[in-house]
């Protein structure tokens, strides 16, 4: 299954590792998170390790649960964190998170070209319909799925027009008769659709590395097709192996029927790994990170993410399909709703191991807690059953779990032929192989 292929590997720069307690640790060094040299330290280990990308998610809004106990000193625009970053990595991929909710086509057409500019063909969207924040963009509510993804198409649409309609080839820069740029090929777009209408052209001309590889997050029927039809890689929740292999195959299949290779298409999941030298420290890294999550806290996100209610039930009674709620009701996310609604189905599960539920406690994303040893075969499994094409790092507990990934894991994977050794490329075009 893994003949021929290698790992995808981007690193979050959301500073995961100091989730929960973890910031409260003596040694986390979390004063120096208000300043953009501490994430340009760790662009450049993840360079040093030859990552395929720095990635960051992003939202508009700011949720009270970020203010108060959580380490948190904001979330600045990613776009210009990498602009930053930029300057000073050299060869590493940079995927910014940006919503098609709540933005203007242009404008983000015109941030992207340029961050893909200053990084010499390095950025990559990750085009989000966001989850909350309608109120800071006017007094109506938050759209409906199917009206944020129908304006998602449209969108990235607009966008991909703009970026053609100024070509690099019409910069021609022909001395001896004055013909700068060959105005013929820089064209309006000349769009009216039902969300959008944008003359065009875009301010500034394509860069000679090619277009700007797209990243989808959003697993529904809707967001799957979405994906499916326009993305390079997809950023997923994958809790689970079986989770993984069917969002894989179904990705691949619906790239099919849209007309395209579906090896074009990367799957690749957060994976937060709580890594540390015995099993034992990791384990106690993964407790501390998750300590202030009291069973009230986890009943109150279990309610948001799927509208159930069972604070008044006792830890062992079993959960069951028939106490689901009604699977139209509206969701924050129907790809975390899902997520949950399938494990319950499955396993009929106790109140416990409900709350326990990485979809509760966190993002739904996949958790591994060990040693090198325990983190690497996790990985290896899921790369071998079809379940993944990579994954993007979401360091867990501590600095040093980051530093024993880049220092000790990584390089296991290289020793396994499973990831480079070397760049061959610099651009992300090109480190993800896209033809
Ligand atoms: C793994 C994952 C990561 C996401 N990251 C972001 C993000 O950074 N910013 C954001 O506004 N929305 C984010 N979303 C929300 C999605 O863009 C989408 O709005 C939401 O999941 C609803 O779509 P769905 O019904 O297909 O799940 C994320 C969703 C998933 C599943």
Redesign the pocket.
């Known amino acids: 299954m893994t003949a021929n292929r290698t790992l995808c590997i981007g690193l979050s720069l959301n500073a995961t590792w100091t989730k929960g307690e973890g910031w409260r640790q003596p040694d986390s060094e979390v004063e120096k998170m208000g300043s953009i040299d501490y994430y340009i330290n760790w662009a450049k280990m993840a360079e040093k390790s030859k990552l395929d990308f720095l990635f960051r998610?992003?939202?508009?809004y700011v949720s009270p649960q970020m203010i108060g106990d959580t380490a948190s000193y904001g979330s600045p625009d990613p776009t210009m964190m990498f602009a930053a970053i930029a300057r000073e990595t050299e060869r590493i991929g940079l995927v910014t998170?940006i919503?098609t909710t709540f933005n203007p086509p242009y404008v983000v057409a015109r941030q992207l070209q340029s961050l893909h500019w200053l990084s010499n063909g390095r950025a990559g969207w990750?085009i989000?319909?966001?989850?909350e924040?309608a109120e800071n963009f006017g007094d109506s509510p938050m759209p409906s799925?199917q009206e944020?993804?129908a304006k998602a198409v449209e969108f990235t649409d607009v966008v991909r027009k703009l970026w053609d309609s100024f070509p690099q080839e019409a910069i021609v820069i022909d001395r001896k008769s004055g013909m700068f740029s060959d105005k013929d090929k820089v064209t309006a777009i000349n769009h009216s659709s039902e969300f959008f209408s944008v003359k065009g052209p875009l301010t500034l001309p394509s860069h000679k590395s090619g277009t700007i590889p797209l990243f989808q997050?959003?697993?529904?029927d809707?967001?799957?097709n979405f994906a499916s039809s326009v993305a390079n890689a997809i950023?997923?929740?994958m809790p689970d192996v079986e989770s993984g292999v069917e969002l894989r195959n179904d990705l691949r299949s619906r790239a099919a029927e849209h007309g395209r290779d579906p090896n074009a298409i990367r799957v690749l999941p957060?994976l937060y790994f709580f890594l540390a030298d015995t099993h034992e420290e990791a384990l106690e890294l993964h407790k501390t990170a998750h300590a202030n999550l009291s069973i009230e806290r986890r009943h109150a996100s279990l309610k948001s993410v799927l509208g159930l209610d069972i604070s008044d039930l006792p830890l062992d009674q079993r959960v069951t399909a028939e106490m689901l709620p009604n699977p139209n009701q509206a969701v924050?996310?129907?790809?975390?709703a899902e997520l949950l609604r399938r494990y319950i189905t499955k396993y009929q599960p106790t109140v416990e191991e409900v709350l326990a539920r990485p979809e509760v406690v966190g993002?739904?994303?996949w958790v591994s807690v060990g040693t090198v040893e325990t983190v690497l075969n996790d990985i290896i499994e899921r790369f071998e059953a079809g379940a993944i094409d990579g994954f993007i790092a979401l360091p867990g507990g501590s600095e040093k779990s980051m530093e024993i990934f880049f220092e000790q894991l990584v390089p296991e994977l290289v020793e396994r032929g499973l990831f480079r050794s070397e760049y061959t490329g610099s651009t992300l075009r090109e480190h993800l192989e896209i033809t």
Do not use: C, E
Request: charged share 15%; hydrophobic share 30%.
């Open positions: 998610a992003d939202y508009l998170t919503s990750n989000v319909t966001s989850i924040g799925p944020r993804y997050a959003g697993a529904s809707i967001g799957r950023f997923a929740a957060g924050r996310s129907r790809t975390h993002s739904a994303h």
